[in-house]
């Protein structure tokens, strides 16, 4: 059975708690992977870890982070076949509906890829007498979610154009 790792700071590395739970195949129940069980000293490491690079992403123009994002959906679109049947065994889909479920996500991060031009402050001159109001979009930092299936990639990806990490 395969033995997954966490991904932290650009690499793979293996659980250190010790501890893991097992993925099964929803279609037939088998067990089809070990999930190691991250403890505190894994979260801290993948926190901080988190932190460092969200400040250098965050510092790279959006121009820069849309290209980023262009090649992640030619990289998905070339891997495609490979990622819906993943995405069907391990979430039980039929391989239509995991390449329907990819496409959508896909999707979701073109449209983003079109994000610096929403992430423009506005500027008003005199709102009141003596004031002016103008407004900034700013990443929030590093988040974390747990979220169903894809979601999470598609929440990912909006996350990255405006500067985040997740």
């Not at 793979?12 to 999930?35: C, H, L, Q």
């Not at 979260?43 to 250098?56: F, G, I, K, W, Y």
Request: glycine residues 10%; hydrophobic residues 45%; contains cysteine.
């Amino acid at each position: 059975m395969e033995e997954l790792w966490h991904f932290i700071g650009g690499r793979r590395v293996r659980g250190k708690s010790g501890r893991f739970t097992d993925a099964y195949e929803p279609m037939t129940g088998a067990a089809i992977s070990r999930v190691p069980l991250a403890g505190r000293e894994e979260v801290r490491e993948a926190v901080e870890n988190a932190v460092a690079a969200q400040r250098e992403w965050a510092a790279v123009n959006p121009q820069r982070r849309a290209r980023v994002l262009m090649k992640f959906v030619d990289l998905v679109a070339r891997e495609k076949e490979r990622l819906a049947a993943i995405l069907a065994r391990e979430h039980g889909k039929t391989l239509a509906d995991a390449m329907g479920e990819i496409q959508r996500g896909v999707e979701v991060v073109e449209f983003c890829v079109g994000v610096p031009h929403l992430m423009k402050g506005e500027f008003t001159d005199s709102a009141t007498a003596g004031f002016d109001v103008y407004s900034m979009r700013q990443p929030l930092g590093v988040v974390a979610g747990i979220t169903p299936a894809l979601v999470s990639g598609r929440t990912d990806a909006r996350s990255r154009l405006a500067g985040g990490r997740a």
